[in-house]
């Protein structure tokens, strides 16, 4: 949700490019769900653990995914 809005208002994190700040969002997506992870797992919620460390990885996979596309069209791009 917070990347859809901070892209669409064309907003920037200071001192950094459009991809570096959806990266960093995405990065903090990525540690979000892994912190919280960790503080189910030191009371025992092993399901919730679970959820939250498959939704990072999936946050992650998309991030991945989604930037190494961007970046291979930018190249394609430059190449013509």
């Avoid at 919280?36 to 498959?54: D, F, G, N, P, R």
Wanted: with cysteine; charged share 25%; proline share 1%.
């Amino acid at each position: 949700m917070y990347k859809s809005i901070y892209l669409l208002t064309g907003s920037r994190l200071p001192g950094k490019t459009g991809l570096q700040s959806a990266v960093l969002i995405d990065v903090m997506h990525v540690y979000r769900c892994y912190f919280i992870a960790q503080s189910y797992l030191s009371v025992k919620k092993y399901k919730e653990v679970l959820a939250l460390y498959e939704r990072a990885l999936d946050y992650a996979q998309q991030s991945l995914d989604t930037h190494t596309r961007n970046e291979h069209d930018v190249k394609s791009k430059a190449r013509t």
